[in-house]
């Protein structure tokens, strides 16, 4: 029997495709390092006529870029850290400890994660309002800081791995907290890995929380911020390298964070889409 | 230890674990909902708090000034509806096709570079909508990138995000046709049946392309994990018969792929229900409303118009919608006995 090999054909339609995916990416970048009168006359050149870094200085001087950067950083580590282990605790306890009530806490779960972000927008406003919270870490952070979808894939993962370790553990006296932070949670890191990409994506990606939370310029992420100058809120004028020279940087954490861990996030995507 | 009191300790071990969880999910998710519910049945205008004394009960006054009675509010509803229905239209079977095509050209038997063509149609899936949004408003500006290239096709193309056209609109001007009275006559929710068969306006295009490239490399991992699970032996099975390749696909392929294919068509119905970062960080809803959605009339009429109580009643009207496309993906996709 011959062996198949894919036609030549096949392989010039995908680099065809590939390049009208990252094409655009390679354009965000190169105009980010133009002057804007060469990126009015030359947007698909990949070379800017005069190389020039002057979009990037005045990501600190024209805009308070480095604010935003750090309320982003600030924030996306809290809320990893809170999420890695709130969801790991509850999915714990979701899995393996038989108590009352455990039946109607995961409908609730489910029940939650039904609800689409987007409705939340007025309803988070008004609680964090109400708490006076409103215009603090505590409003940016705080709400963020579990996610049912975590709960689900903690509970998954702790389903999967066999309970005699933890009878052992039990035997020799340990008491349920200690046993599940030194015993079970060590086991359980390719699910806590899973957490910290999702988390970190998640917040560091998210706007509509951050729209709804806050309106003092000090408290603005990077998000919020490159929204509110791309839609000329702070300024007029096209001003395209600058606000291409912010989104380039703003997307470098995520990239790196994708290109180290690309096939866990590539399986995991594809996992918790299935549900 | 006895039985009884190992129970107990568990129960009270089980709840101390889900403790967190529950408090910030139920102050942060389940009350406020309840809140905003009572806001969309009330006269509350954005001062104080809504559950003080003086906010009055309006019953379903909120609802139906959105749903009827011709006012401004109806008609930026109705157009909102329509700009999302053709959003949605357009959207799930682009990014569907895409998505599958993809994934099947991708997953190719013996095919080299696999990592990096999968990695090159998904990474637009990780970036943020702000960023994305960000770029493409550079790609569709009037001396843009695509306009540059459909300069060399001599097309002189349009300023997407500023032209409120809609395109069939402007394929109808284009052969000569004009509105017809019969379709300005009649209204549906505020809005004339003529301007509801407007289509997306070419800023909404732009959106709706947008959408595609971000989304059709999450739903190809999907076709992927599915095509991988069916194995070769099929494929073969039809070689042997002496299908070609298109009859494989068609008729040994696809059937297999269904309930894959139907979660991506439902998860895409559900999403192109929420567009917001995109419109909030492009358009603001401009131009001349063609890009106002749902999703987003309800974040303006609260926080720009405080008109908190129809905001409210736009975001529960959006939920029921989504929640029905959930139940009918639940239903479709329920264990056959």
Redesign the interface.
Known sequence: MTSRRPSPWLYAVLLLLAAVYIFPFLVNVATSFKTEPDAASNPISLIPQTFTTAAYDRLFTEVPFPTWFKNSVVVTLFVTAGRVFFDSLAGYALARIHFRGRALMFALLVAIMAVPNVVLLIPKFLVINQLGIYNSYPGLVVPLLVDAAGIFIMKNFFESIPVAVEEQARIDGANTFRMFWSVVLPMARPALVTIVILSFQGSWNELNHFIVAANDPELTNLTKGVAQLASNQLGQGTKYPLKLAAAAVMTIPVAILFLVFQKRIMNTSAGAVKG | MSGSSI?R??????????A???I??A???????L??LW?SVSDWRGVG???SGDVGFVGADNYANILTGGSLQQRDFGTAMRNNVYYVLFVVPLQTAAALG?AV??H??????RG????????????????????W???F?S???VN??LGWVGIDGPNWFGKADGIFHSALAAVGVDAPAALTDHRMLGVSWWEWLAGPSFAMSAFILLAV?TTS???M??F??ALNNIGDEIEEAGRVDGASSWQRFRHLTLPMLRPTLF?VLT?GL?GT??V??QI???T?GGPAKTTLTP?YL??QS??NSQR?GE??AI??I??AI??VL?LFQRWALREKP
């Open positions: 129970r300790g568990q129960t009270r071990d089980g709840w101390l674990f889900v967190p969880a529950v910030l999910l102050v942060f998710l389940a009350f406020p909902v809140m905003a806001v708090s809504p559950l993809l050209l991708v190719t038997k013996g095919l080299r570079g990096f063509f999968r990695t090159a149609f998904y990474f637009p899936s990780v970036t943020s909508a702000v960023a994305i949004t960000v770029l408003l550079f790609l500006n001396t843009g990138v540059a290239i490239f490399g999450t739903f991992l999907l992927i994990a979660t998860l559900i229900w929420q917001f970062d909030y960080t492009g603001q999703a309800s974040f609260s926080f908190w905001g409210a975001a529960f959006l939920f989504i929640v959930t």
